[in-house]
Structure formats: structure tokens, C-alpha cells
């Protein structure tokens, strides 16, 4: 059962994410699409925190986080996108589909790790 | 004339007097044309090992013209995107020549006259601007994006260049499509797949392998690409606000020549139709094959399609004829 879930169609990405969150002690799982996210979320209602691309084949994130707040009725679970996107326009949709953070790319953990344990422990 | 903040482009100068050569490419630099100096019997070599050019300098000698003539057919059929610019002795010299064979060429100019060059040059290689500001930027943005993606390297970028060639580099090469307020097209990034392989397994890249297969290849190029692309497109082809923002995001698409294959970054199946074209001509018994593929990679709704058909069912036939002109 996992705290964080890394929904990235990158393996990268999702490598370098999930190797530094596990070192700092989460449980930690992935996801390929937002799609493929709706589904780990719903096999495991124990995540607390997910850390989200935008651009991705098959559902994009402002997808995905849009369908767990409206279809999943899941306000609790925290969205973090992580994405090249930096346009305001994608920033006001995630506002407004309960995304609570964003993070543009390329990852760094120890600008966010603070942020992180505050969420989930 | 070249100002110091100009890009540049490659020309190819096929002159076997070194005089004329040397004094050429000095013109050149003038004219912001980055001269490539080869003699004509080393020219096919010059040219497997420039990718990137804008155009070709040849010399018509009045006593070799055949020669001269067959080699810019040559390379016309070699790179018929590039322009070439022939040099002849005296104006008489080009236009005494058949109209297939001046139609090879996209001017001529002689060594008493260089300002035509100049023109020419003009006319067929720096006939965009790009900007300056634009140029910079995106240097920039993608050091910073090859720089985060790999360890212990040195990332040097080169003097940008207009090219007109449609070669591609390497055997690897992501494409992902721009769409902005004000320009739409393709970024590409080409490399060489044994090369990214080489990093990889000396762990200089993120991918964790010391046997990396072409698909730890293509993450590397693809997440490189999508770094650099999200940050272009932030920064430089800002969209229309009346775009359905869940329109605008996109995956880059990795090619890899060598593996003939192409990723369009998911693993759906995909439609394919094949076309099979045959002569009714017994005797001539020509067969051709076009096979056709839909990927719906960003976004599929079947389940909204039934409207359509009965939209489709539903339309006026009569109003809507191929070919019309429609005024608003």
C-alpha cells in the first residue's frame, strides 16, 4: 500500500521521483497515464499524495485530477503536478479540479521534500 | 549585408583553384555564409559529412562543362532541397546552356560581379528571419534541458544555422508538434543511437543500465525533448485563450530508424487499413501496397461517436459538394 503515487509517462521521470522519494522513507508507487492513475487510486484509497505530469498519452493530468474530485468523489488526496507546462490558463484548470501544488520540470526533491512530510506524515 | 547577430549558413564551395576559393570564402563570411571549401572530386564525401547546409557553389569551366553539369545533377539528385548557386566565367556562358540545364541552378554570378551572389544568397537561403531573442532562448532553454538529464558532461552549443536540408541525422529523432499564437510546425531532436547508448551505459544519464536497450534510448531523448518543449512553448507560443486547454497537450513522438520504429508514447493498438493498387493491365501486372494507420494517442472517445454517424445520417447532402466555394 502506498503514501505517494508518481503518474508520469516518462520511466525517467518516474525513476528519478519515486528512487528520491523512497530514500526519504515513503511507500511509493507509479503510474503511466492518467488513466492508469485513476486506477492504482482506486485499488489503493491509502494514497495521501499524488505527484502528477500533464502532457501524457491516453489521459492527461488535468484529466485524471478533474475525474478524481467530480468522478471518484476524492477531495482528500493530495494532487501535485509535476510538468513542463507553465501556462496559466493549465494553472487556473488545475485551481479549479482541487490541484493543490505545481511543479515545473526538471524534478528537484529538496526544494519540495519539506512540503511533502508536511502533507503526508 | 551580414550583421555580427545574423545566424549563419553552410554552403558547400566546389572551386578547385585554391585562389578562387580562398577569396570566395572570404566573400562569404561578408554574407554570413559559413563556407565549406571542396574540391569537386571530393564532394560526395564533403557532402556525407554535412547534414546541415544551405545551399552549393559550383563552377561551370567552359572547357569541362559536361563534367560541371553532370556533378549538379548529381547533386540535385542527392539533395534536391538545397539551392545551387553556379559561378560561369560570363553571363553568355549560362544562358548558352539548355533550358533542363539552367533550370538546375537558382542563379548564376560571375567573380567580376559578387553583389549578384549576394542577392541570390538573399533570395534563396536567407529569405526568414528568426530572432535574434528567439535563437538565444531556445539555445538556452535546451543546454538547461540536456544539462539536467545527464552527469559529468560538458554541453556546448554550436553557431545556429539556417539550413534547407531535410536529411535526417543519426537514427534516432523525436518530434513533437509546436502550436502556437503565432507559428505552428514540428520540434525534432536527431541523434545517433550507438552514441546515447555509449552515455547511458557509462551512466552519465539518468536511466539507470549498463546494457541499455533502444527503448532506454529513447526515454532519454524523449524526456529531453518534453523538457524542452514545455519550457519553449511556456516562454515563446503562448496559445489563443479561446483553446480548450485540454487541446494543447501533447507527447513527443520518438523515431527510431534502425529499428524501424515509432513510438507515438503509448501502447494502444492502433487502426490499420491496407491498399492494395493492381494495373488492370494483364500484362504490365503492377502491384502496389499503401497500408494506412490511425493512432489516436492523445485522446479516443468512441463512445461519442454515434452522433457523429447520426449527424452524418442526418446532413443535407445537397449543400455540401466537394470543390465548392464557401464565402463567410
Redo the contacts between chains.
Keep these: 500500500m502506498a503514501q505517494i503515487l508518481i503518474v508520469d509517462d516518462s520511466i525517467t521521470v518516474r525513476n528519478e521521483v519515486h528512487d528520491f522519494l523512497a530514500e526519504h522513507g515513503f511507500e511509493v508507487d507509479i503510474a503511466i497515464d492518467g488513466e492508469d492513475g485513476l486506477n492504482k487510486l482506486s485499488a489503493d484509497p491509502q494514497i495521501k499524495l499524488i505527484i502528477c505530469d500533464v502532457n501524457m498519452p491516453n489521459m492527461d493530468g488535468l484529466t485524471m485530477a478533474e475525474n478524481i474530485r467530480n468522478e471518484q468523489n476524492n477531495n482528500d488526496v493530495i494532487i501535485v503536478m509535476l510538468t513542463t507546462e507553465n501556462n496559466p490558463m493549465m494553472k487556473q484548470r488545475g485551481k479549479e479540479a482541487g490541484v493543490k501544488g505545481w511543479i515545473v520540470k526538471p524534478f528537484n526533491g529538496n526544494a519540495v521534500i519539506g512540503a511533502i512530510k508536511k502533507w503526508i506524515l | 549585408m551580414a550583421t555580427s547577430n545574423q545566424v549563419m549558413s553552410k554552403v558547400l564551395i566546389s572551386e578547385d583553384d585554391t585562389d578562387i576559393r580562398r577569396n570566395l570564402s572570404l566573400f562569404c563570411e561578408t554574407i554570413n555564409i559559413s563556407p565549406i571549401r571542396a574540391s569537386s572530386d571530393c564532394l560526395v564525401t564533403a557532402l556525407r559529412n554535412n547534414l546541415d547546409l544551405g545551399g552549393f557553389f559550383l563552377y561551370l569551366p567552359s572547357n569541362q562543362a559536361a563534367t560541371s553539369l553532370a556533378l549538379a545533377q548529381e547533386l540535385k539528385d542527392l539533395r534536391p532541397d538545397l539551392p545551387l548557386f553556379l559561378r560561369v566565367d560570363n553571363n553568355s556562358q549560362y544562358y548558352e546552356l539548355a533550358k533542363d540545364k539552367q533550370a538546375l541552378f537558382v542563379g548564376f554570378y560571375t567573380l567580376e560581379d559578387l553583389s549578384k551572389l549576394a542577392k541570390l544568397v538573399e533570395q534563396f537561403i536567407f529569405n526568414r528571419q528568426y530572432p535574434n531573442g528567439l535563437i538565444a532562448g531556445i539555445k538556452n532553454i535546451t543546454l538547461d ?1 540536456i544539462s ?2 545527464f552527469y559529468n558532461v560538458e554541453v556546448v552549443a554550436d553557431q545556429p544555422y539556417l539550413i534547407k536540408d531535410n536529411i535526417i541525422f543519426g537514427h534516432l529523432f523525436s518530434m513533437v508538434p509546436i502550436e502556437g499564437s503565432w507559428c505552428r510546425g514540428y520540434l525534432m531532436m536527431q541523434t545517433e543511437q550507438d552514441k546515447l547508448e555509449d552515455m547511458i551505459a557509462s551512466q552519465h ?4 543500465s549498463f546494457r541499455p536497450s533502444f527503448k532506454d534510448v529513447n ?2 531523448l ?2 529531453v525533448t ?2 524542452i ?3 519553449i ?2 516562454n515563446y507560443f ?2 489563443s ?1 479561446n483553446l480548450n ?2 487541446e ?4 513527443p513522438i520518438i523515431i527510431d530508424h534502425s529499428q524501424k520504429y515509432i513510438s ?3 501502447n ?1 493498438v492502433h487502426l490499420c487499413l491496407n491498399y492494395r493498387i493492381t494495373s488492370t493491365d494483364e500484362e504490365l501486372a503492377n502491384e502496389l501496397f499503401i497500408s494506412q494507420k490511425l493512432v489516436f ?2 485522446k ?1 472517445s468512441p463512445e461519442m461517436f454515434d452522433d457523429i454517424e447520426r449527424a452524418l445520417a442526418n446532413k443535407d447532402i445537397d449543400n455540401d459538394i466537394n470543390g465548392e466555394l464557401e464565402i463567410f
Design positions: 534541458a539536467s538529464q544519464t539518468k536511466v539507470k526515454a532519454i524523449s524526456e518534453n523538457l518543449w514545455g519550457k512553448k511556456s503562448s496559445s485563450p486547454t485540454a494543447l497537450t501533447q507527447v507515438f508514447g503509448e494502444q494517442n492523445m479516443y
